[in-house]
């Protein structure tokens, strides 16, 4: 277990797409870490310590649910085995009162779920806790957040997921994928040269859309905005105009590949095969 105590503002990250998108980066080793601790002010103390615990894949559905405050990322890996690392933080108005809390936080395990409880917040005496959980490359997974971001990396399976603020990062993911959010943005780089799975279908309300698809991608592309413009950077063939939706076979077509905002644009790149 790491921990940091210092002078922090303790406030309710909403991660960006960029902040969760950089917390997925790096699918082989741990990113999550307490080193923004230069957050402070002059009136509460913060605590923040990184916590690791290992589970045995049971062959359900990993369910991980970030609660009020707190983003979820899940990474791919070869091993069998579940890595759970939390970061808990809370503040308080001394260092004593705001250790005293963290350890009061709790990483619930056991059943169907992984979430953390704790004590109630108050204006004065709050905690939160992110998850950044590695899992076995194929499995099935259930995720929500409600002040946080999503991001997904590397892996393959049954995937749902909801968010209400925070933004969504879909990495190299396939299998039966399905989910979205209220407010925050959704940014998908798909791999290969199809979707390997049943289809992707996620949306959201308030955001913009960026997908990268790499060359020789064969798959039935949708796409959609209400309030806001579709870009391709890529030629594609049509029938008629390209307006607020567009549906495409790409390459040979394929498994349905579908990502739609209300309120933001679109934007589609072409990126190259590793």
């Known amino acids: 277990m790491y921990r940091f105590v210092g002078r922090v503002v303790f406030v309710i990250a909403l991660l960006s797409v960029a902040g969760i998108s950089a917390l997925a980066q790096n699918s082989k080793t741990g990113s999550l870490n307490c080193n923004d601790s230069n957050r402070y002010n002059n009136r509460l103390v913060g605590n923040c310590e990184i916590r690791e615990q290992t589970l045995a894949p049971n062959g359900g559905t990993i369910a991980v649910d970030g609660r009020q405050n707190g983003g979820v990322s899940v990474k791919g890996w070869d091993q069998n085995q579940i890595l759970v690392r939390s970061r808990v933080q809370a503040s308080a108005s001394n260092a004593s009162e705001a250790e005293a809390l963290a350890r009061q936080v ?107 698809i790499p060359e020789n991608y064969s798959a039935r592309l949708e796409t959609g905005t209400v ?22 076979n790409l390459g040979s077509g394929g498994a349905m590949v579908k990502a739609m905002t209300t309120n933001g644009g679109v934007r589609i790149k072409r990126t190259t095969n590793d």
Do not use: C
């Open 106 to 212: 709790r990483i619930e395990t056991a059943g169907s779920k992984i979430f953390a409880s704790g004590p109630d917040n108050r204006e004065d005496y709050q905690w939160y806790v992110s998850f950044e959980i590695f899992v076995p490359r194929r499995s099935d997974l259930s995720l929500e957040a409600h002040n946080g971001g999503i991001s997904i990396s590397d892996v393959t399976g049954k995937i749902d997921f909801s968010v209400v603020n925070g933004g969504v990062v879909l990495r190299k993911v396939g299998g039966a994928v399905k989910g979205g959010a209220t407010n925050g943005g959704i940014v998908i780089d798909l791999a290969g040269d199809h979707w390997d799975g049943e289809s992707l279908d996620v949306r959201t309300t308030n955001g913009g859309i960026v997908m990268s």
């Open 227 to 248: 309030n806001g413009s579709i870009s391709v950077d890529f030629p594609v063939t049509v029938q008629g105009r390209i307006n607020k939706e567009l549906a495409v």
